[in-house]
């Protein structure tokens, strides 16, 4: 669930208008903000987002997307405090996954906790290889052989993205 926090902020900023405007502007970009905050620490006043995409996202992809804001941000003159920091940032490359977005990570390397057991087990890794409305199946490795597992989406407890090594 999205977070928005706003400490220690100045009074004439509509922290709503700049929660909606870059919403708008990183959505036509291809991001979602997934959280954003503003507040002073130490007397410097600091504007940090974080923001998620499908595709995975490099550090020349928040060079450019941070270039971007900050621009956004001035036109719009959106941000109250002449003097601030613009903190950007990604969930990460083992970001959650929310299960009514599953769809567009088929094929990708998950790791998954479930509510109740299947076989025992109530941890798997593998790679999510068919979505239904109700279920998902996860094809992976135990010892030598490759196996699958069907689960259905109510009994998951969190998915999040895996990465091999």
């Not at 905050?37 to 550090?59: E, H, M, N, W």
């Not at 941000?79 to 950007?88: A, F, G, K, Q, T």
């Not at 068919?130 to 998902?136: H, N, R």
């Amino acid at each position: 669930m999205p977070l928005f926090i706003f400490e220690g902020v100045g009074n004439y900023m509509d922290l709503e208008v700049v929660k909606q405007s870059l919403s708008e502007f990183l959505k036509g970009r291809g991001y979602s903000l997934y959280s954003i905050s503003f507040s002073k620490v130490k007397g410097q006043y600091t504007l940090a987002l974080v923001i998620d995409r499908v595709k995975p996202i490099d550090l020349d992809a928040i060079s450019e997307i941070s270039q971007e804001v900050s621009n956004f941000l001035d036109e719009k003159d959106l941000v109250s405090e002449d003097n601030y920091l613009l903190d950007i940032s990604s969930l990460g490359a083992e970001k959650p996954l929310k299960i009514e977005e599953l769809s567009l990570y088929k094929d990708s390397l998950v790791n998954i906790h479930l509510t109740n057991p299947i076989s025992g087990q109530n941890i798997y890794q593998g790679l999510l290889v068919d979505i239904t409305e109700d279920e998902i199946t996860i094809e992976y490795k135990e010892k030598t052989r490759v196996k699958r597992v069907v689960i259905n989406k109510s009994n998951i407890y969190k998915i999040r993205l895996a990465i091999s090594y």
